[in-house]
T-cell receptor, first 114, second 113 residues
Framework: GENVEQHPSTLSVQEGDSAVIKCTYS??????FPWYKQELGKRPQLIID?????GEKKDQRIAVTLNKTAKHFSLHITETQPEDSAVYFC?????????????FGRGTSLIVHP | EADIYQTPRYLVIGTGKKITLECSQT?????MYWYQQDPGMELHLIHY???????EKGDLSSESTVSRIRTEHFPLTLESARPSHTSQYLC????????????FGSGTQLSVL
């Protein structure tokens, strides 16, 4: 099955700095890579996603890059703000019985210091 | 408003009790999932469903069962709760029309004494 590794497990930055979270996956059939943000005590919510036919995608201060050859993808947050503090999960999905069943990374706890 | 709802929000029970965690979604999604998560920790898939009358076991071994009799309803049952079942349980749904994005419920925090 799919295996997703996510690093680092904890990331501490100063407000205004950039943050990068990296994930690798093992199944070359995976073709959908979402990122979810989970604030303390709240449900995970999708913040950005990328499909295997695209190398990079941006949405304001966040971006995701994908390297299919190396089987890794990364989340980039620029000009971090305290409200970016949360746990971030990457995921990789494969088609299974006509559906995508995501495999999640272990999560990265991002702490943005004011 | 279309959403995914979980009840109860918190549950404290004794060992050996049978419990059912409820999950309903009003978004018309065909796929539904149950995840187990300790605070701030990784998400473990325990069950999923492609649609009515479809149920599959996930990666985490679990003594729980699920049913999918109606599209909008995906309850999770523990026949005999144990302290090791203490955790947060998150229900989610997705649909290919939404690009397979997962929408999560607010979760049920279960404590087994």
């Amino acid at each position: 099955g799919e295996n997703v590794e996510q690093h680092p497990s904890t990331l501490s930055v100063q407000e205004g700095d950039s943050a990068v979270i990296k994930c690798t996956y093992s199944d070359s059939a995976s073709n959908y890579f979402p990122w979810y943000k989970q604030e303390l005590g709240k449900r995970p919510q999708l913040i950005i996603d990328i499909r295997s036919n695209v190398g990079e995608k941006k949405d304001q201060r966040i971006a995701v890059t994908l390297n299919k050859t190396a089987k890794h993808f990364s989340l980039h947050i620029t000009e971090t703000q305290p409200e970016d503090s949360a746990v971030y999960f990457c995921a990789a999905s494969r088609a299974s019985g006509g559906s995508y069943i995501p495999t999640f990374g272990r999560g990265t706890s991002l702490i943005v210091h004011p | 408003e279309a959403d995914i709802y979980q009840t109860p929000r918190y549950l404290v029970i004794g060992t050996g009790k049978k419990i059912t965690l409820e999950c309903s979604q009003t978004m018309g999604h065909d796929k539904m999932y149950w995840y187990q998560q300790d605070p701030g920790m990784e998400l473990h898939l325990i069950h999923y469903s492609y649609g009515v009358n479809s149920t599959e076991k996930g990666d985490l071994s679990s003594e729980s069962t699920v049913s999918r009799i109606r599209t909008e309803h995906f309850p999770l049952t523990l026949e005999s709760a144990r302290p090791s079942h203490t955790s947060q349980y998150l229900c989610a749904s997705s649909d290919h029309r939404g690009g397979e994005k997962l929408f999560f419920g607010s979760g049920t925090q279960l404590s087994v004494l």
